[in-house]
């Protein structure tokens, strides 16, 4: 799927928005991706998943899927039942993600990462302490959409559907705020 495909689909889902948008690292943002929008959609679930089942497939034995909740759940189940594995995903206690539920990561397994929207890597980095504390092995990351403008280095590979350059502003210097245009707290997350 090209660039111009991936984003008629988000347009046509809704699932880009445009507006004045309060992200979860503080920033505030003129675009949002709002993935669930186009994720409730299984074709389009299955074909945003297959580029990235096709990416790591090859080059790594992938034992197990691991993804923050919420907005990674979908996309980690879809690769796990694409892949013919198993899923896990960790939850918020407090500020920090942990596994729950019982899930649990065997040494030396390993792992992908995947995640609907990257913007700043927060939760993935935190997927990647919680991997290294079980003494698993994190292959790489994949993700629908990176808006991380590459600015991101995880130490692993990084695959995404779709690569966006971030547009972002510090609250005290954004322009949108200026214009009083009213700000929108997306995202299941509470602002750090």
């Not at 445009?18 to 709002?34: D, E, K």
Request: with cysteine; proline share 4%.
């Amino acid at each position: 799927m090209d660039r111009k495909e991936a984003f008629r689909i988000f347009e046509e889902t809704g699932a880009l928005q445009n507006g004045h948008f309060l992200l979860t690292s503080g920033l505030h943002s003129p675009q949002y991706f709002q993935c669930a929008l186009v994720l409730q959609y299984p074709h389009y679930l299955e074909r945003f998943c297959s580029e990235i089942r096709e990416y790591f497939y090859e080059e790594e034995d992938i034992q197990l899927i691991v993804a923050p909740a919420i907005g990674g759940i979908t996309v980690a189940q879809e690769l796990a039942r694409q892949l013919g594995i198993r899923f896990i995903f960790a939850e918020r206690e407090g500020e920090e993600l942990i596994l729950r539920r019982g899930f649990h990561i065997d040494p030396h397994e390993k792992i992908l990462i995947v995640e609907d929207v990257i913007t700043t890597g927060g939760s993935v980095r935190e997927i990647i302490d919680i991997v290294e504390r079980a003494k698993g092995y994190a292959v790489g990351i994949g993700a629908i959409v990176d808006r991380s403008d590459s600015l991101v280095d995880f130490g692993m590979p990084l695959f995404a559907t779709v690569q966006v350059k971030a547009v972002t502003y510090q609250a005290d210097k954004c322009p949108l705020c200026s214009q009083k245009i009213p700000l929108v707290k997306p995202g299941s997350r509470k602002i750090i």
